[in-house]
């Protein structure tokens, strides 16, 4: 596996890759790598040629008062299971090389998407988001990016982005990968005390019990997502949880439709002073109709 | 020449010359081609082995009340015009092409630059500029792109995207192509009337005069830029011009400074009802400090 701290080094490191026209498969991380992440490399391995991971903390993705300065910085062992994950190139780059030394002033904006769930508890953070991404993008020009189906509205966010500025590259998403007792893995889960730790698998445990709600409501008339919602924050409110949001939404974010057949079921929620998200899907099968 | 409507027509166009590693240079317009134009695209031949032009009225960076509508659409001719010079590759999308029949929720902002002079009269338009040259950049993917001089805000806010968003891309300046009596040319000037034909030069005249009361100036203290330009908005206003502005700003368009060396003089003015925009730089020689 080669390192790269710079966007030339980058460029000089691909430049083969592209001459013999393979293709690069890319994972923007913010390091301090978990098997989330290496599901991501291994998903790129399998869809191409080459593999690049990036690993860097974005400062315009964190609001005042967020977590950018002690945000875990892991980076030999981050390196060592890139190496091993089969990772080609590992693109490094400090704030300066991506933000350079004059101000910057250009943003980009993926409008009614951002400003809702985590974007309203959280301004500017996908503004920061799809920035740092249109960024990555141009500067490694991969063929395929894998992202994250745990961060579900950024992942929606991408798509969009990449549609909408007509990006020639596939964004792929992949699906979160879970503990035993089904907490998402997130390197935020490293700020959490043992006792939290304990508690934080109510996430999981409370989408289930949406889900199964939803998938035994006979008459889709009834579906009552509003109440399904109210009910898995109570709960989640009853163990310590500070609760952000429990939505329940159409697979683009726009609002469930009860004569669908697959929605989303999102949470925020703070435990102490960590913010934790997840989501499941929800596919009710096809209704048979007797003849 | 070839002509393309569709990006993926586009991509199948280009992918010998990317193959074959051949360089490819961009000139973005919206039709109506004028010498100016014709000098952008020599400009491209003479840097890069493969020239693109694209022809697309961008509906985004018109506002409400402005001409887009009425915006002259030449494409015949338009079409010889670029056979004779060389272009390679005619991109001519229709705006379903490139905006797609989804709602768009993406902008591209260059802030502090987009809102002040052309920005301030025509709000929302340099975020319609930047997002479509985001999107043509992506779709075209050019080694070197090329714009007129005489959107002098439009090249440096473009020179901005490109910079802080990492395009590996080289923005390119073209000087502006003038009539013998000094007017720039400009796909605006066939809403001139005979009349108004006449009396446009004044603009030209009047960047002149301010361009020589700077060169005149000995003591750089003494240059007064707030006068200059009132007494150039004063002499345009004396000839039917209701002037939008006159301002003298550093070459970055950052406040005048006084122990510069260089400046621009930037002119936006109506006519009837048309409005027309030019600008000169003037750069003053070197002092000689007598021994």
Redesign the interface.
Known sequence: MRTEVT?QGL?AALAPAR?A?KSIGFVPTMGNLHEGHLKLVQEANQRCDVVVVSIFVNPTQFGAGEDFSTYPRTFEADSNLLAEAKCDILFAPSVEE?Y?TQP??????????ASELCGNSRPGHFTGV??VV???F??V?PDVALFGEKDYQQLAIIR??A??????IDVIGVPTVRAENGLALSSRNGYLSEDELTIAPAIYATMQSIQQQILAAKDPSKLNFTDFAKQGRKTLESQKFVVDYVEIRNPDLGTADKNGSKWVILVAAKLGKTRLIDNMTVTRPAIVVEA
């Open positions: 966007i460029h001459a026209r991506i350079g910057q002033q250009t943003t980009v904006q993926v409008n009614s998407l799809a920035t249109s960024k990555l141009n500067i020009k969009h982005l549609r909408d500025l007509c990006f020639d």
